[in-house]
């Protein structure tokens, strides 16, 4: 599988080649840059195919780490009195973390380390994804409340995983999935991958880079260096 770069509407673009279906492209799409203004561009959505991934660790080896960036399923309105944080899952959105736990376990990409916000529609995600797949219950589970806050404030997303990527894991773990909330995820996948990556609820960023430990792939990937290797739907095809 290669991974191909372009430029649209003058803003990088990451897609994969030689996958089938093609990847679908939406426009219109904007991002909100610091200061108030706003890019135009276009938005490539990729379906990623079945990898099989064999990796071991070595001290003396560098590995590609892979992070999964995951946004928690579709919430429901139904009880306005509600605070946001404490919303649950609509039936929808129920479904579609069965849907999306069932295809990264078929793509290979279980976490052995979950990073999650504690709002209540991502406990739930994750409740559901534990429920039908055995390996996100396998996986070693940290509950972060600042990863609701953060995902609402500009530009800091990005950083404070980075941070916490680094705290929690292990050069063990080859495998992170961190969940939570927009704008903060899609910002954050855009800023890791130097692209423009449209995340709906339940979407799954599939990302890699290689390093001996995590705080060695943070450094020499930077910000854009990140490879997209994928992007996980409820409605994707595998």
């Not at 560098?62 to 009880?79: D, Q």
């Not at 855009?190 to 339940?202: A, P, R, V």
């Not at 001996?212 to 409820?234: D, H, S």
Request: glycine share 8%; aromatic share 8%; charged share 20%.
């Amino acid at each position: 599988m290669a991974i191909m770069s372009s430029r649209i509407g003058g803003y990088p673009m990451t897609y994969l080649h030689n996958w089938s279906p093609p990847p679908v492209l939406k426009t219109n799409s904007s991002i909100k840059m610091r200061g108030g203004g706003r890019i135009q561009c276009r938005c490539l959505l990729i379906e990623t195919p079945p990898v099989t991934v064999e990796q071991q660790v070595s001290p003396s080896q560098s590995v590609a780490r892979r992070l999964i960036l995951l946004r928690h399923a579709k919430s429901s309105w139904e009880y306005p009195s509600l605070r946001d944080h404490d919303r649950p899952l609509s039936k929808a959105g129920q479904a579609d973390a069965v849907e999306v736990s069932k295809k990264l376990q078929q793509l290979g990409w279980i976490p052995q380390l979950i990073l999650t916000s504690d709002a209540v529609r991502t406990r739930e995600t994750l409740k559901i994804m534990q429920e039908h797949v055995q390996g996100f219950l396998e996986a070693e589970i940290h509950f972060i409340s600042s990863f609701y806050s953060v995902a609402a404030m500009d530009g800091q997303t990005a950083d404070h995983l980075q941070h916490s990527i680094c705290k929690y894991s292990t050069d063990e773990i080859i495998t992170v999935m961190c969940m939570g909330h927009n704008r903060g995820w899609e910002e954050a996948a855009s800023m890791f991958t130097g692209s423009f990556i449209e995340l709906k609820t339940c979407n799954a960023a599939l990302l890699e880079a290689a390093g001996k430990t995590w705080e060695e792939a943070f450094a020499i990937a930077g910000l854009g260096g990140w490879k997209l290797q994928g992007i996980v739907t409820p409605t994707s095809s595998l």
